[in-house]
């Protein structure tokens, strides 16, 4: 079966201007989690949503902002990109949560300049 | 909210050695323990995992052990290999949906 598949793969963007990321689970999962991966604060927890509904955010400011749409698949936003915003995105996506187990899509690296 | 402290930070074996790394978690009520390896330029990939009702766990060469009493795990890879040669990370959750918890990983490297 497909693995989750995040798009764009890359990204280069100017501090203030946003940015929306897309991540399609594995068929079937119906929940979708979002994390910052950086060299010093490793994988720091965005969001989750399932069947449309945010049930867990993480400690990131309120420029960070998602979705998830009635196929699962979900979208996370960015606004006013600051430098430390530069990071690889990784969506996870598990039938009903983590405890069940997540598999990783291959991210988004966001450069901000 | 919970907090997962990870050793070493990079580990040198020669192939054949044994790797451990350790994980200790804060929050008792966390019931799920999953270790992630990723590659250089790759997704992490889920190795193994653990319940808490559960105290060791094998799958070939790689083991995980959890003591909840003192709120720590851990990874025994036997055998390294130069393909075992990646990231390593310990998470911790099962109270909050969808959440995961992570260490700061550890860089493995095997030497042939």
């Known amino acids: 079966k497909a693995g989750v598949t995040q798009t764009p793969r890359y990204l280069i963007k100017t501090r203030g201007q946003q940015v929306t990321l897309s991540c399609s689970p594995i068929?079937?999962?119906?929940?979708v989690s979002w994390y910052q991966q950086t060299p010093g604060q490793g994988l720091q927890f965005l969001f989750e949503?399932?069947?449309?509904?945010?049930?867990n955010k993480g400690n990131f400011p309120g420029r960070f902002s998602g979705r998830q749409f009635s196929n699962s698949r979900s979208e996370m936003n960015v606004s006013t990109l600051e430098l430390g915003d530069s990071a690889l995105y990784l969506c996870?996506?598990?039938?009903?949560?983590?405890?069940?187990?997540?598999?990783f899509g291959s991210g988004t690296r966001l450069t901000v300049v | 909210g919970e907090n997962v402290e990870q050793h070493p930070s990079t580990l040198s074996v020669q192939e054949g050695d044994s790797a451990v790394i350790k994980c200790t978690y804060s929050?008792?009520?966390?019931?799920?323990f999953p270790w992630y390896k990723q590659e250089l330029g790759k997704r992490p990939q889920l190795i193994i995992d653990?319940?808490?009702?559960?105290g060791e766990k094998k799958d070939q060469r790689i083991a995980v052990t959890l003591n909840k009493t003192a709120k720590h795990f851990s990874l025994h890879i036997t055998e390294t290999q130069p393909e075992d040669s990646a990231v390593y990370f310990c998470?911790?959750?099962?109270?909050?949906?969808?959440?995961?918890?992570f260490g700061q990983g550890t860089i493995l490297t095997v030497h042939p």
């Open positions: 996870a996506s598990s039938l009903e949560g983590a405890s069940r187990g997540y598999t």
């Open positions: 068929s079937g999962h119906r929940s």
């Open positions: 949503y399932f069947s449309e509904t945010q049930r």
């Open positions: 929050d008792s009520a966390s019931n799920y």
């Open positions: 653990i319940r808490s009702n559960v």
């Open positions: 998470a911790a959750g099962g109270t909050s949906y969808g959440k995961l918890t």
